[in-house]
């Protein structure tokens, strides 16, 4: 499947409105982000996968002042898929009240909807070593 540009660019803002929405506690409106069947994966985090936007929703009120001030999504790629599905790799930074920072990667998967552009699915894995934890070989 060929994308195009307007396609591309429409999944990109969509990566990018994450953040928007989130930091501004616009949780209300994750239903521009996701389908209503979303499968939001934080098994990275110990937790068990998120089914349905109401439980994204929830999970984000859950954390509260422990949720990230800030989050900003870069290096966005945009591989499409032979089922009509949209495969997005980028990476994202997080930055608490406090200052500190984590990054993380998010693999996304895009469909199209009769609404737009929509994750069905988001695995969100922590980057907590430098090279991805990969040695020189000998």
């Keep these: ?39 939001y994966d934080l098994t990275d985090f110990g937790q068990e996968p998120l ?11 859950a954390l509260g002042a422990a949720n990230p001030v800030a989050h900003h999504v870069t290096n966005v790629v945009v591989t499409a898929g032979t089922d009509g599905r949209v495969h997005v790799r980028s990476k994202g930074l997080g930055i ?17 909807t009769p609404d737009g552009w929509r994750i069905s699915c988001r695995r969100v894995t ?13």
Excluded at 1 to 19: N, P, Q, Y
Excluded at 128 to 138: F, H
């Design 96 to 112: 608490k009240a406090d200052g500190s920072c984590g990054s993380v990667t998010y693999d996304d998967t895009v469909v199209r």
């Design 1 to 39: 499947m060929s994308l195009a540009l307007e396609d591309r660019l429409a999944i990109i803002e969509l990566v990018s409105l994450h953040g928007h929405l989130v930091d501004d506690g616009s949780l209300d409106r994750l239903d521009e982000l996701f389908t209503a069947d979303v499968v």
């Design 126 to 138: 922590a980057r907590r070593t430098p090279l991805g934890g990969m040695t020189k070989p000998s």
């Design 51 to 61: 089914s349905g936007v109401a439980a994204v929703r929830e999970a984000a009120w």
